[in-house]
């Protein structure tokens, strides 16, 4: 069983909130984020890189430090309050392209993670962990939830049924023209039915977030050395956004490699025919549609790659993954690709980053040669997850993107 509970949540003041949260720190370009800190002062940049301020670029311990320092200068100028009670807050976004995501914020049990009620399908990075555990350590609070996702639940869609009749306590929309909606939930028979929903749930899978989660996790196996006292657990929950998994959108991501590794073209084509039908689309772009199916983008041609079937034998839910397939059969025996994680030869890109385009990044020179796949579904997803197993680097690229700030869990 899952234990999802209520948390007084610190959030801006609503006549603050559209101008107030903001998208994740590292998706902004230095010159975009600058120039909004300088525009905004109510921005929640201004929290995330307290430098801006001295026109000081901070890092380590001093940076975080400063951040608690200007989270805490948030709360006295009454930009950000705090719930007076604990709350559920279901949260509704519909974004440009017309799909709504709702579910609810909540508290997750660190033990859940721990016991595997929390299913992950990602590796982590221990440097990165350590790094984020230090970060939640010293400002003592986490401003944008873990994505989490579970099964159809029709008495949780009731619920949130019921809760948006009434007037949202937030309702903006951002200049990515996605809007957002809030209602807290404190009404205790609303508070019992969604704790027992989630308390019925044997599951539930991590969407996007796992280096948030885990080091959420290590900071709660510190605290526990050190308690606070009874009542003061807090650390040992993480602030999620829990989402029907019918309303994650799971996107791929390209992997475009920066050389052949020494090899022709025509040298190439022929180490990819051992496992691959491949045709010559020519100039005409051409995007996979199937499971097993590759597109590639090649000295100014696209190519179709299709699986022979009779050369592989899927041993587990991984090994059927295509992103793991790409990797099993091209990256790493044909391009050289050792460690897809940190080898500087292959990069990733997904089109929701930015105006990206396989065939003009080979035609650049930047690149040698492109790959596509069809996305990663949320059956794979929980497979891999069931069988413990985890997903090569950029497997999935998940929607919805969160922002920060909208609700703030404090440790």
């Not at 709350?87 to 859940?112: L, P």
Request: overall charge negative.
């Amino acid at each position: 069983m899952a234990d999802v509970r209520p948390f007084a949540a610190v959030r801006p003041a609503r006549e603050l909130v559209s101008i107030m949260v903001s998208r994740s720190y590292d998706t902004y370009l230095p010159s975009e984020r600058n120039a909004r800190m300088k525009a905004n002062p109510f921005s929640f940049l201004h929290i995330i890189n307290p430098g801006f301020k001295y026109q000081k670029k901070l890092s380590g311990q001093e940076r975080f430090e400063m951040v608690r320092n200007r989270y805490l200068e948030f709360k006295e100028e009454g930009n950000l309050i705090q719930d007076p009670q604990p709350c559920y807050y279901v949260y509704q976004i519909i974004d440009r392209d017309g799909h709504t995501y709702r579910g609810i914020i909540a508290a997750v049990s660190t033990e859940d993670y721990q016991n595997n009620v929390v299913k992950r399908h990602e590796d982590t990075l221990a440097q990165r962990e350590t790094l984020f555990t230090e970060y939640l350590h010293t400002v003592g609070f986490n401003a944008e939830p873990i994505l989490l996702t579970y099964p159809p639940n029709d008495p949780l869609e009731e619920i949130m049924d019921q809760v948006v009749q009434v007037r949202a306590e937030y309702e903006f929309t951002t200049t990515f023209r996605d809007t957002h909606y809030l209602w807290p939930v404190s009404e205790a028979a609303h508070v019992k039915g969604i704790r027992s929903c989630f308390a019925a749930m044997q599951q539930i899978y991590i969407a996007d977030g796992h280096h948030r989660c885990a080091s959420s996790v290590r900071l709660a196996e510190q605290m526990q050395e050190n308690p606070l006292g009874e009542g003061q657990d807090s650390y040992n929950f993480f602030m999620s956004f829990l989402i029907p998994e019918s309303d994650l959108r799971i996107e791929a991501f390209y992997r475009m490699v920066k050389d052949l590794n020494g090899l022709s073209k025509e040298a190439l084509l022929i180490k990819l025919d051992e496992f691959f039908r491949i045709e010559n689309r020519g100039v005409s772009p051409y995007a996979p549609s199937k499971k097993h199916h590759f597109g590639m983008y090649l000295d100014g041609e696209f190519y179709s790659l299709y699986l022979r079937k009779f050369k592989v034998e899927f041993q587990d839910a991984l090994q059927a993954l295509d992103s793991q397939l790409l990797l099993d059969t091209i990256l790493q025996p044909i391009l050289g690709i050792k460690d897809p994680r940190t080898d500087k030869r292959l990069s990733y890109h997904s089109e929701r980053e930015g105006k990206f385009n396989i065939k003009d990044a080979v035609d650049s020179g930047k690149f040698a040669v492109g790959f596509s796949m069809v996305p990663v579904n949320i059956e794979e997803l929980k497979a891999v997850a069931d069988e413990q197993l985890t997903m090569p680097p950029k497997s999935t690229y998940i929607m919805p993107k969160l922002r920060s700030g909208i609700t703030i869990y404090e440790f």
